[in-house]
Nanobody, 124 residues
């Protein structure tokens, strides 16, 4: 089993920044790809960003490209999502996800483990 715990969500004004963290514990060797998804009220869960644990390849949704940065700290078993230039449309619950063999990185069904989520609210 792999447990994921997110933190760092909160309320921020448009144009501001937040940094989300996701720490994995348990059988972390079972998680070779980690990603961030978000879900706004009344909308489907959507892909935000992902990282291959080794060698650290990163992938982004077009809507956040150039504004968000995903990174990982191997020693801490932690993945981060640095969010800059936040927009009201970024408001959502953000979920950390992990999987052992993830091929289609933008598809939520590819991931086996999920955190409980952290809320991000961007005011206009």
């Amino acid at each position: 089993q792999v447990q994921l715990v997110e933190s760092g969500g909160g309320l921020v004004q448009a144009g501001g920044s937040l940094r989300l963290s996701c720490t994995a514990s348990g059988r972390t060797f079972s998680a070779t790809t980690m990603g961030w998804f978000r879900q706004a009220p009344g909308k489907e869960r959507e892909f935000v960003a992902a990282i291959r644990w080794s060698p650290g390849n990163t992938y982004y949704a077009d809507s956040v490209k150039g504004r968000f940065t995903i990174s990982r700290d191997t020693a801490k078993n932690t993945v981060y999502l640095q969010m800059n230039s936040l927009k009201p449309e970024d408001t959502a619950d953000y979920y950390c996800a992990a999987g052992r063999l993830v091929v289609m990185i933008t598809q939520a069904k590819e991931y086996s483990y999920w955190g409980q989520g952290t809320q991000v609210t961007v005011s206009s």
